[in-house]
């Protein structure tokens, strides 16, 4: 199946949208990723939940991510 869509849009790969000078996370994966987190914070395994904000910055590195890991962190000091 082949979509011909505008450079400008971005190519759709993996749960990121890649620019030509950047990546963005997918808005759907960006929610499935906090609402994981969430849940796993309010279940009381601190454990668990560091372990998935630690594998989810090792899926933001190289994106626009700031905002993002902000709110992940922030999701994370609940759990303190």
Do not use: C, F
Request: charged share 30%; glycine share 6%; proline share 1%.
């Amino acid at each position: 199946k082949i979509i011909l869509r505008k450079s400008t849009w971005g190519i759709d790969w993996l749960g990121h949208i890649l620019l030509s000078d950047h990546e963005l996370l997918r808005p759907s994966t960006r929610r499935r990723m906090l609402r994981n987190v969430e849940r796993k914070v309010r279940s009381g395994n601190s454990h668990d939940a560091r372990a998935s904000v630690a594998s989810y910055h090792g899926l933001l590195q190289g994106t626009a991510r700031r905002k993002l890991n902000e709110a992940l962190l922030q999701s994370l000091a609940l759990v303190r």
